[in-house]
């Protein structure tokens, strides 16, 4: 096992301002989504609750946290059982990232979808996209849409684990849907890689929406071409292809990249103050991803 341990400054005292840093960003597609009985809900105000993967296959012992475990973001001690179906209850969740200690962790050495990871550098920026579902008068409509739910700024790698790592390094990375699983079977010492974000990483108190006209605007193909929207997909379905791999969508090192991350942390900081959401168009038309003229 290979541990890098870093440090960084906060980029400003006042936590509420989110800053543009000339730093890369990777895209990471997380959460629950249409292979899953139950979805993430979104509210009116662009609130949302957050619902990861489950555990494959099922996890057992004490160290699994639970479904049934999970608590609201805005609530901390109601639970999130309204949102899943009652069998899942009891089911492990893959809770992956976690937004209390800020890590995320992959299986970088053996999951293509991952590889990129192993290029991430102290600085850089692990964006989460996750598939969010409009909820109202207490049920899950038909409308999903992508949405940006929160970032790492990454301070810390754990890179390669193949046994339990030390006491000093648990205390910062223990809480990892990685770490659960290598201590309730030692199979799961497989290599993962953990990230750990600084004091500046957050779980967005608002969803971001990404949009067809947004991501036009902030993110290209792998070779650097506009994504594409033909084919007879839906744009949930080309989001959804683009976000496939986890990868560097912006590099300030690249052509026009700086001006993109500076766009991207613009649009990040409008959606966290809700008169945004009261400005948008009604929920009814939000399903084909829209984006407000003012952008």
Known sequence: MVARIMTRRRLNNDTTHLEAVPHRIYLINVGANATHPFCSPIFDDGRFEFLPIPETPDLRGKHAVRYGDLRSFYEPTESLEQYLPQRWHSVATHSDPEF???TYGDNCEVNARAASLKRVEHGDYLFFIASLCEWEKGAP???HAFYLVGFLEVESVLANVRSRPDD???ARFGGNAHIRRGLTNAKHWDGFWIFGGS???R???RAVPITRGIADRLFTSADGSPWRWDGGRTEMQVIGSYTRSCRCVLDPSRDGHAERIRLLWDWVERWQNQSAWITWPAATSRT???VPPSA
């Open 168 to 170: 000093a390094t648990m």
């Open 288 to 290: 084909p991803h829209r």
């Open 199 to 201: 004091l500046n990483s």
């Open 203 to 205: 779980r967005f108190e």
């Open 141 to 143: 409509t038909h409308r």
């Open 100 to 102: 209390e200690s800020f």
